[in-house]
């Protein structure tokens, strides 16, 4: 009886720790593992910022289509448009400014507040106007056709931020 007893004992300190070999061989796969997800990490803060610069640019490019509608339709004022401007906005500021149309006293805005860029981190964008050339990175100032990110960096996809 004595022997069982001993014999109990001395299973239970085989079973009660890990070898060194077990140990090193555990630590190796973590470590693996862990260089493999470190990149997985990266890309995915990449695609958030890229998804949450999409977002930015449709809603800045909803907001100038909208007052280009509303400009057509004569809610624009004579005063607030130049000549030649092709109904689009003069600035981004105008449309979180608003306009004031002809005849009433209520004020229309476009935007609660211009966008930060993700990639750049800063409410500045590049922008065109419907007489700068199609690509040209420089605004000629007439008026706000489209915009873009200031960014020179690249997307996961390959493509430029500013070709977006």
């Known amino acids: 009886m004595l022997r069982s007893f001993e014999r109990r004992g001395a299973i239970r300190k085989r079973i009660a720790g890990f070898t060194l070999l077990e140990m090193i061989i555990t630590l190796a ?20 910022r890229e998804q949450r610069l ?7 490019r909803q907001a ?3 007052y280009k509608t509303d400009c057509e339709s004569g809610m624009v004022g004579p005063l607030d448009r130049k000549i030649n401007d092709e109904c689009y906005p003069p600035t981004l500021e105008i449309l979180v400014e608003g306009i004031n149309p002809p005849n009433t006293t209520r004020t229309i805005k476009y935007l609660r ?6 990639i750049t981190g800063e409410k500045e964008w590049g922008m065109r106007s419907v007489q700068d ?3 040209s990175e420089g ?4 008026n706000v056709w489209d915009v873009y990110s200031r960014s020179e960096g690249t997307a996961l996809n ?6 977006w």
């Open 29 to 48: 796969i973590l470590a693996v593992l862990a260089t493999a997800a470190i990149p997985l990490a990266r890309n995915d803060a990449k695609r958030r």
């Open 54 to 60: 999409k977002y930015a640019l449709y809603e800045l």
């Open 64 to 66: 100038i289509d909208k």
């Open 113 to 118: 507040e211009i966008p930060i860029d993700p």
């Open 133 to 135: 050339e199609p690509l």
């Open 139 to 142: 605004w000629g100032g007439e």
């Open 158 to 163: 390959g493509t430029r931020y500013k070709e």
